[in-house]
């Protein structure tokens, strides 16, 4: 599948770098979760100097592959670019990605002998292995454990046409044999005896399970959850989905398999069916952009009553909805017109209304309200010697602020080992 982005030129590049001002207290560098130097590794564009912008990106951030084509720059560095007040902010993931794509990855960090400590880590996804890398550098040896895929959401869910093989795989391989003294495919339930054997346990297993959605009619044949079908289709799988699928959701989830659905067979018509309007969705803006170009279309201010049919999905019956006041979210609440039902011919539904965690792992942690995992300023659970990070602490996050839980769990279990030696 050939990507929607291209790669910038040398040439691109170098003219994008020049429109850097190089400010002194770098708001872009302040604004990413992963603190990367963006003017330093900017100025190293510049002056010809590849391979030191690359050093400059991967000391700071190991899923530098990754987040060069999927991190939401509108998000994070660019919406605070000063050269906005000029003209328009720099292309700063761009040129992020222009350094991984023209550089190697098998130029490696010089690692110290690792004496530090043994430390498990539950999940390789990005705050997993962000923990690991930044763990390894400070002289720790770290066993990661992953029951699925190593690599995370983006391994698993993220299409091709954002996220090629080739490049997710490069990554993983490169953090994976240079950080990782073992990888173990294998699913960890009780933390207790990892806590035994190890000097600390981090916690990074993401949201593994989908939201349900609370009305008549989803176990009808041609009902799916979103990242069931996401994990089918990245793995090569064909979904099995039908002609006209309704999408149920707004989040990012939702956009990423309505565009993939529509990759796997043009033809196919794909709605997605939302509740509030289109400035409340809250996917990203360049995934939604993507999607439209696809051909995904949309059904705003629809409310699901139930999915219809007999033994299969024949349709979706929704109640038209109006925007009220802001909630505490700050999106506009919504509110079903009396008489308003109707329904949209359909053959399958993917319910994409949220994640959650695996509630029947890890005994013994403290959890919050929603199931999340309750952790301290210091990141450590209720358990002494265990810390989490990333969507099971936090909900559903970016790459880049899993990153940030993985750097900042490695300090904090670094100064534990210490103080307990």
């Known amino acids: 599948m050939e990507e929607f982005e291209k790669t910038l030129s040398r040439q691109q590049a170098a003219i994008e770098a020049e429109r850097c001002l190089y400010c002194y207290d770098a708001p872009c560098q302040a604004k990413c979760p992963a603190h990367v130097p963006v003017p330093e590794f900017i100025q190293s564009i510049r002056s010809g100097n590849l391979h030191g912008a690359r050093t400059l990106l991967q000391t700071s951030h190991p899923f530098i592959e990754t987040c060069g084509r999927i ?21 700063i993931r761009e ?24 430390v498990a880590i539950v999940g390789a996804g990005p705050a997993g292995l962000a923990c690991a890398r930044e763990l390894r550098v400070r002289g720790f040896s770290c066993d990661v454990f992953e029951a699925r895929q190593v690599g995370g959401v983006p391994s698993q869910e993220v299409s091709t046409h954002r996220y090629p093989h080739e490049v997710d795989e490069r990554e993983v391989r490169f953090l994976t044999s240079t950080f990782a003294a073992h990888v173990r495919i294998e699913r960890v339930v009780d933390l207790k005896p990892l806590a035994a054997d190890y000097d600390a346990v981090f916690v990074a297993t993401g949201l593994p399970s989908e939201s349900d959605m609370n009305v008549e009619g989803t176990q009808l044949v041609g009902v799916h959850h979103a990242r069931e079908l996401l994990r089918k289709m990245k793995a090569g799988t064909i979904s099995g989905a039908g002609n006209r699928v309704g999408v149920i959701g707004g989040g990012n989830v939702a956009i990423e398999v309505a565009s993939m659905l529509r990759e796997e067979d043009p033809t196919r018509d794909v709605t997605v069916v939302y509740r509030r309007g289109i400035k409340e969705l809250k996917a990203f803006k360049r995934e939604i952009e993507e999607a439209t170009a696809l051909g995904v279309t949309y059904q705003f201010l629809a409310i699901p009553d139930k999915v219809v049919g007999n033994q299969h999905v024949e349709g979706l019956q929704v109640t038209q909805a109006h925007l009220c006041e802001e909630d505490e979210s700050g999106r506009c609440r919504f509110e079903p017109l009396p008489g308003s039902s109707f329904t949209i011919p359909l053959d ?74």
């Open 71 to 91: 991190c939401p720059e509108e998000t994070f560095c660019q919406s605070v670019c000063t050269r906005s007040k000029i003209d328009a902010p720099l292309r």
């Open 95 to 118: 040129l992020h990605r222009f350094v991984t794509d023209s550089t190697d990855p098998s130029d490696r960090m010089e690692l110290s002998e690792a004496t530090g400590g043994r």
């Open 348 to 421: 399958t539904v993917v319910v994409a209304i949220g994640q959650r965690v695996d509630e029947g792992v890890f005994p013994g942690l403290a959890r919050s309200d929603s199931g999340l995992i309750s952790i301290g300023e210091n990141m450590e659970t209720s358990m002494p010697g265990v810390y989490a990070g990333g969507d099971a602490v936090h909900g559903a996050q970016t790459v880049v602020e899993a990153v940030r839980d993985g750097k900042k769990a490695a300090e904090q279990i670094a100064a534990f080992v210490a103080g307990g030696k």
